[in-house]
Nanobody
Framework: QVQLVESGGGLVQAGGSLRLSCAAS????????MGWYRQAPGQQRESVAR???????TYADSVKGRFTISRDNVKNTVYLQMNSLKPEDTAVYYC?????????????WGQGTQVTVSS
């Protein structure tokens, strides 16, 4: 059963923008912290941004000031607006529900969405 569906990735030039979306069921989304992660080729998966149910957000230092995470509690969707993209942002991006206030994830990973930034 697919629980998380990421979309919006693509190929973009450095300096460009993309907006990723992650649709989840209401039971997953509601009152839970949601997060975005990414995994570059040959690298471990890393946390990117998270948004608590009250709207508070935190970001990895590498994306602060460039990425914005948001959520739509009616559509059960979390977004990641990515601006000023750099080649080092190239990765498969995933979303997940987080456990409490930690970065630990609660669900199996989805298929992710590929983001490729050309120089």
């Amino acid at each position: 059963q697919v629980q998380l569906v990421e979309s919006g990735g693509g190929l973009v030039q450095a300096g460009g923008s993309l907006r990723l979306s992650c649709a989840a069921s209401e039971s997953i989304f509601r009152r839970n912290t949601m997060g975005w992660y990414r995994q570059a080729p040959g690298q471990q998966r890393e946390s990117v941004a998270r948004i608590f149910s009250d709207g508070m957000t935190t970001y990895a230092d590498s994306v602060k000031g460039r990425f914005t995470i948001s959520r739509d509690n009616v559509k059960n969707t979390v977004y990641l607006q990515m601006n000023s993209l750099k080649p080092e942002d190239t990765a498969v991006y995933y979303c997940n529900r987080l456990i409490g206030s930690s970065w630990a994830v609660a669900l199996p990973w989805g298929q992710g969405t590929q983001v490729t930034v050309s120089s």
